[in-house]
């Protein structure tokens, strides 16, 4: 978990105060007057500190792991009061400047593990809202990161920066790609629609050409006292020329004993086309 590497960093830099001593238990003056071994100065002032501000600090950590993290101005707040009021504890039991220097280093890198955590969030939300320009979503990070940065601290944030980065440059480049397959399709799509709207106008004028006939004239003659019948027809530059044989239509009124007998056999009417 975080909170027990960031204490392993501490202890590891507690251990490392201790080895940078001299041989000798070179020893340290402490408020009231009492001395005491460097391993014992050292425990008890890291431990001082550390004690002053590990609830806000735990507060903090907790605040992040359930989304409900400070802002970015908030944040840097924070930190410079935790960075005060520990040092303020260290210095309330030593007042030896090697020993303060190794324990604000000690704090600060915890700190900074809190620091790079919020800005690993800060990141994955502005990537969560990434809408472009690029330039836009690495400006509002830079920002960020410099709001919840503590007041005089040397904290590094190139690594997340060049990883949102390259994140961004990857979405923009999947977003181009998409854009212009889209394009293309709409463009493909608008092709379709024209060609579709070409052939339903031809279409539609055929069915008027069907609907709307040209002209036509038609003149009909029939022989007197016979059965023969013609008629002559003029449409579109073409005549047609039809002979007709009616049969009588009078022989079923006159009976059996009529007179009147049709041209063909069982009194049958012909029609004979000629199209000319």
Not at 164 to 174: F, G, H, P, S, Y
Not at 247 to 275: I, M, Q, Y
Request: glycine share 6%.
């Amino acid at each position: 978990p975080a909170g027990e590497d960031e204490m392993r960093r501490s202890l590891w830099l507690l251990v490392a105060v201790a080895a940078s001593m001299s041989t000798e238990r070179r020893r340290w003056r402490v408020r009231g007057g009492a001395t005491a071994a460097v391993e014992d100065v050292a425990a008890a002032a890291f431990a001082a500190g550390f004690a002053a501000v590990e609830a806000s600090i735990v507060e903090i950590e907790d605040a992040m792991n359930t989304g409900k993290g400070d802002d970015d101005a908030a944040l840097g707040s924070k930190f410079d009061d935790v960075f005060a009021t520990a040092t303020a504890a260290f210095d309330a039991t030593c007042d030896d400047g090697d020993a303060r220097s190794l324990f604000e280093a000690a704090l600060d890198a915890r700190l900074e593990l809190l620091y790079l955590k919020h800005l690993s969030l800060t990141r994955a939300r502005l990537l969560a809202q990434y809408k472009g320009p690029a330039d836009d979503v690495v400006g509002d990070f830079d920002s960020a990161a410099l709001s919840a940065k503590r007041a005089g601290a040397a904290w590094d944030y190139d690594t997340e920066r060049s990883a949102l980065k390259a994140i961004v440059a990857e979405l923009k480049t999947r977003s181009d790609r998409a854009s212009t397959v889209g394009a293309k399709a709409a463009a493909q799509q608008s092709s379709y629609m024209q060609l579709f709207q070409t052939y339903q106008a031809q279409i539609q004028q055929l069915q008027a050409a069907v609907q709307s006939a040209p002209p036509q004239v038609s003149l009909a003659y029939r022989v007197p006292d016979t059965d023969l019948a013609m008629s002559v027809t003029r449409q579109a530059d073409k005549t047609t020329l039809t002979l007709g044989c009616v049969p009588d239509d009078s022989a079923p009124l006159l009976g059996p004993n009529g007179f009147v007998k049709g041209f063909t056999p069982a009194n049958v009417g012909l029609t004979v086309n000629l199209h000319l």
